[in-house]
């Protein structure tokens, strides 16, 4: 008779601390889901290709990237490959002409070109960049200024099923009125994070990002493949998720 009683609060107490155990997951999980998302934040690496530099740094943070990769490059099909096993978004950073006097990339996109050779280099420009969710552009204010230029593009990223990013390196970008008229998945950048390589002022501009998602619901951030930058966001994200703000990837802000 002892024997059995002894039994049955023994189950009796091992129930019990289940039920605790369970009790206090589920009160967790609510606590957690209780949290209200102060804003949505998109940060986009560009200008991946160069080198593999800064691969490991990028590897450790474990939060929705999306990485801007240069096409036909020496590492750009590497770099492709170990940010997507990452986890991270890969979009194709499309060279376009820029106004100012800058050094280009080889098939950059210039306003003198046909339709058929801007076709040409974006389709080989994608065949370089594989597992590509859309298209963002380097440089190119002269490209995003010419509507004709411009449309011409986003019918290509249309037709492949592409979301486009303009990096809006001028205020006179023709390509939000056109991703609205042509009903393509757009984004557009809000702040420029590192164009001083300091940790201070990148750590600013990221306090300027946030400060935007909270007003607007939402934030796109742009740096660049550069250690400063990926340090400052390491440090930077972990303290941002904690106050409530989620990262995501470009293509959940598109549209």
Not at 43 to 55: A, E, P, R
Request: aromatic share 6%.
């Amino acid at each position: 008779m002892k024997k059995k009683l002894v039994i049955i609060i023994a189950l009796i107490l091992s129930l019990s601390v289940f039920t605790a155990i369970i009790l206090t997951s589920v009160d967790k999980k609510l606590m957690r889901k209780a949290v209200p998302v102060k804003g949505r934040i998109a940060i986009v690496i560009d200008d991946w290709g160069y080198s593999l530099n800064n691969l490991e740094i990028v590897e450790s943070i474990k939060q929705p990237l999306t990485c801007a990769i240069l096409p036909n490059l020496k590492n750009s099909g590497l770099v492709a490959q170990r940010l997507n096993n990452s986890g991270f978004e890969i979009i194709l950073h499309l060279p376009m002409e820029p106004k100012e006097k800058y050094r280009l990339e080889k098939n950059t996109i210039t306003a003198s070109m046909d339709a058929g050779q801007i076709r040409g280099i974006l389709g080989r420009d994608l065949a370089s960049v594989l597992f590509a969710k859309g298209i963002s552009n380097h440089m190119g204010s002269r490209i995003t200024e010419d509507s004709k230029v411009s449309a011409l593009i986003m019918s290509e990223v249309k037709k492949r099923k592409l979301y486009f990013l303009d990096s809006y390196v001028t205020a006179k970008s023709a390509c939000p009125l056109l991703a609205r008229k042509m009903k393509i998945r757009f984004a557009k950048r809000d702040v420029f994070l590192d164009n001083q390589d300091d940790l201070v002022y990148i750590k600013s501009q990221i306090i300027k990002l946030r400060d935007l998602a909270k007003k607007n619901g939402q934030a796109v951030g742009i740096g660049h493949d550069r250690r400063n930058t990926l340090i400052a966001l390491k440090e930077s994200i972990p303290q941002l998720i904690k106050a409530g703000y989620k990262f995501v990837f470009v293509s959940e802000l598109a549209r």
